[in-house]
């Protein structure tokens, strides 16, 4: 469980999704306390390249300790100053896009493992999830912020300590009660409250996002995930309604519309590799889609999203 091996003082967005994305790490659970999470100058697009955002197939819990910045998160830009908590989820697409000279972050990646194995035993934690999904990043208050760096602290002692019988078993638990925490400090920061326990209709929805997050490119029909589910897809349709106001096809077309954005505008993939990337029969197909959910078509849309537009 050792940290990411750090020629220079700097650990960039990339060296942590090469690290965390590949299969062969070992490591489960890794803290940067203190650590400048940042763009190195090794990493800055020359001219006329772009810097693409990064999709890492981890949770990342961090709190910003110095300075300021913008990231994005799925398309969506959010303002980053002292004492935000930055939470992004697997899958989550992340740019760095604007930081001060003195940004620094204390960050906690998990890996896929530990989320698939560890996260979903706590009871409360899949509605908590989904809330998190539309609010990535809380400003905390002073107290709020020393709490978490607390967590943080006593997670990496754990994880350089050392090794003992139940290392493993603390380390979990000490992970599920940082979620806890944050479940507390969410629900505070939050204008509607979510539910302490967990009701069955939630678990079905948030259990139906995870589930369209990782299978929408090749899944775009709603009786596919209630059978994955088991139940009917009149039921799902009713749940996913009932609890986000969107149907559930609408969830899944906004996978594949987010998706597409993203292909189009940070890649250079052609129209054709892209329809053929996200599982459409053809060019045409996929163009027909993205026009009518988006009002234009691929071409018009990369032209427009281009550098200098």
């Not at 209709?201 to 029909?221: C, N």
């Not at 969107?246 to 892209?274: F, H, P």
Request: net charge positive.
């Amino acid at each position: 469980m050792d940290q990411i091996p750090r020629p220079t003082d700097f650990v960039s967005m990339q060296e942590i999704a090469k690290y965390v994305n590949n299969e062969s790490s070992t490591e489960e659970i890794i803290v940067f306390d203190q650590g400048i999470v940042r763009e190195n100058e090794k990493f800055f697009p020359i001219k006329n390249e772009k810097l693409l955002p990064i999709r890492i197939d981890a949770l990342i819990i961090s709190l910003c300790t110095a300075g300021s910045g913008k990231i994005s998160i799925d398309l969506r830009e959010y303002e980053l100053k002292r004492n935000s908590l930055i939470m992004i989820q697997p899958k989550n697409y992340i740019y760095l896009s604007k930081y001060s000279k003195d940004f620094k972050c204390s960050v906690l990646i998990c890996s896929k493992h530990v989320v698939e194995n560890v996260l979903p035993k706590l009871t409360d934690i899949l509605p908590f999830l989904l809330q998190n999904r539309t609010l990535p990043v809380t400003q905390l208050s002073e107290e709020e912020a020393t709490g978490i760096r607390h967590f943080y602290e006593f997670i990496k002692s754990k994880l350089h300590g050392p090794r003992t019988r139940f290392e493993k078993q603390k380390i979990n638990s000490l992970l599920q009660a940082i979620f806890y925490e944050l479940m507390d400090i969410k629900e505070a920061h939050s204008s509607k409250v979510v539910e302490s326990s967990r009701t069955r209709k939630e678990e079905i929805m948030a259990k139906f996002i995870i589930a369209v997050s990782e299978e929408f490119r090749t899944e775009r029909q709603v009786a596919y995930y209630a059978q994955k589910l088991c139940i009917s897809p009149k039921h799902l349709s009713s749940v996913v309604k009932e609890i986000s106001g969107r149907t559930a096809g609408e969830w899944i077309e906004n996978y594949v519309v987010m998706e597409s954005k993203i292909l189009l505008k940070t890649t250079d993939m052609t129209i054709q590799e892209i329809a053929v990337y996200l599982n459409f029969a053809n060019q045409s197909f996929f163009g027909k889609y993205f026009k009518q959910h988006t009002g234009c078509s691929p071409t018009s849309y990369r032209k427009k999203t281009s550098p200098g537009k």
